[in-house]
């Protein structure tokens, strides 16, 4: 299972470097629920790069961080908006492309939500607190904020961690505006914020604007992302190609 990552400077001893990033908390997720984890920190031709790494994976994560670039969506850019990070969402919308070409499962969790709404057409709000009037969604601190999200029954959500209200662990200050074409809105909070997308047919993507790797004792989502990678490896199988001839 593919994770992507910042690289961020890091120090270990004597090392003041920059390093490949990412909370533990995201990969203790994935191997808890069965997978092995894989870190995917940004590279140089990221087309090219992503097109070589993805041939070894089953699964694909884009995980949270900083605000995606505006200017992919033709915003001006806010004075709350983050520093570009333009490897990041480089790599990151070349990982999406080449995986839903190649059918990899696809899972977004915050940041990787946005990345996806964006990379598909989509716009974004850039300050939630201008945009709603509300602080809910990100209290500061590194402290999570708890929100209650409904989840539409008959969906792919739904079918993982149930239809109706969730509580789930919030840490953003922009969301979905314009939602991409070829996007299902699967979740939204009493104001209307869109809380999750996924794509209709028989593609696996699947993204939430919350951090389920928060909720150590509820792996469902990533169950879901490990149980489709299981069966997008299985499909890729010499025996089952040969089968299905």
Not at 49 to 71: F, K, N, R, S, Y
Not at 103 to 123: E, H, K, Y
Not at 137 to 163: C, I, Q, S
């Amino acid at each position: 299972m593919g994770l992507t990552t910042y690289l961020e400077r890091a120090k270990q001893g004597v090392w003041d470097v920059r390093a490949s990033f990412l909370p533990q908390q995201y990969f203790d997720a994935v191997t808890a629920s069965g997978a092995s984890a894989v870190l995917l920190p940004p590279q140089p031709r990221p087309e090219q790069a992503a097109a070589a790494v993805l041939d070894g994976l089953d699964g694909l994560i884009l995980t949270g961080g900083l605000d995606v670039q505006p200017e992919l969506y033709g915003a001006e850019r806010h004075p709350t908006t983050d520093p570009a990070r333009a490897d990041r969402d480089a790599w990151e919308i070349a990982l999406l492309a080449g995986a839903r070409e190649r059918g990899i499962p696809v899972f977004g969790i915050c940041r990787g939500l946005q990345l996806i709404n964006v990379a598909m057409g989509g716009t974004l709000h850039q300050h939630l607190p201008e945009a709603l009037g509300t602080e809910r969604y990100r209290v500061g601190g590194g402290v999570f904020a708890e929100n209650v999200v409904e989840v539409d029954a008959d969906t792919r959500l739904a079918g993982l961690v149930g239809a109706g209200p969730l509580t789930v662990h919030s840490y953003h200050h922009q969301g979905v505006d314009r939602v991409a074409d070829g996007l299902h809105v699967t979740a939204r909070t009493d104001d209307g914020l869109v809380q999750a997308v996924e794509v209709d047919g028989d593609d696996y993507l699947v993204a939430v604007q919350w951090h389920p790797e928060e909720n150590a004792e509820d792996r469902r989502l990533f169950l879901g992302l490990v149980a489709a990678a299981a069966r997008h490896r299985a499909a890729r199988s010499p025996e089952h190609q040969k089968a299905t001839a």
